[in-house]
């Protein structure tokens, strides 16, 4: 079955890198995504992932997908006190257009 | 600029009574999604549609339906309000396919008293 798994929290200094980590179980899994949630609002895709890729940058943030350990990570450069919000990992399998979602990973930076 | 709009942003009830929450896009998506976001449980598939009059339930679909009469809304109707359906709602979009995007409006919290 279809299982996202994420740590619960992260905490990091303004400036530094920030790495949320994400695991999942089903190996059809085509797309994985990375979606932000700031407070009282709904979720915004940050970016995303083809499961035949290994590697995406986008600007401050890095992909990485480690296909064979189903281990998917978002790094944060040079993390700022406006990126403090709610990390959700998600992934859609082939032929399919729902999505199966993580728990989250609540990001909070200090100043 | 296309958008999903949801309302009521805040809804309080009462157990047993029926509640309908709206949900409208102007995007144009043939998929629509109704998800629920609880501490301790993140976003879970209530309902969704992938055109008009096509509706699919999801994981925890009890209590709950959905109508799709147009592209451009489904509505999520409580049939009897309980307190364990005291949550944050969240519709979405996407175009279709497995490479589609979701696209969220910004929740309605439901309280169930």
């Known amino acids: 079955g279809e299982d996202v798994e994420q740590s619960l929290f992260l905490s990091v200094r303004e400036g530094d890198s920030s790495v949320i980590n994400c695991t999942y179980t089903?190996?059809?899994?085509?797309?994985l995504y990375w979606y932000k949630q700031e407070p009282g609002a709904g979720l915004q895709l940050l970016t995303y992932i083809f499961s035949n890729m290994d590697m995406k940058q986008d600007q401050r943030l890095t992909v990485l997908l480690n296909k064979k350990d189903k281990h998917l990570s978002l790094r944060i450069a040079d993390t700022q006190t406006g990126d403090s919000a709610i990390y959700f990992c998600?992934?859609?399998?082939?032929?399919?257009?729902?999505?199966?979602f993580g728990k989250g990973t609540m990001l909070l930076v200090s100043p | 600029d296309a958008e999903i709009t949801q309302s009521p942003r805040h809804k309080i009830t009462e157990t047993g009574r029926q509640v309908t929450l709206a949900c409208h896009q102007t995007w144009n998506h043939n998929n629509m999604f109704w998800y629920r976001q609880d501490l301790g449980h993140g976003l879970r598939l209530i309902h969704y549609s992938y055109g008009v009059q096509d509706t699919n339930k999801g994981e925890v679909s009890d209590g709950y339906s959905v109508s799709r009469s147009n592209t451009e809304d489904l509505p999520l109707t409580l049939e009897s309000a309980a307190s364990s359906q005291t949550s944050v709602y969240f519709c979405?979009?996407?175009?279709?396919?497995?490479?589609?995007?979701?696209?969220f409006g910004n929740g309605t919290r439901l309280t169930v008293t």
């Open positions: 979405a979009s996407s175009e279709g396919g497995s490479n589609s995007p979701l696209h």
């Open positions: 089903d190996s059809s899994s085509t797309y």
């Open positions: 998600a992934e859609s399998l082939s032929g399919y257009s729902t999505l199966t």
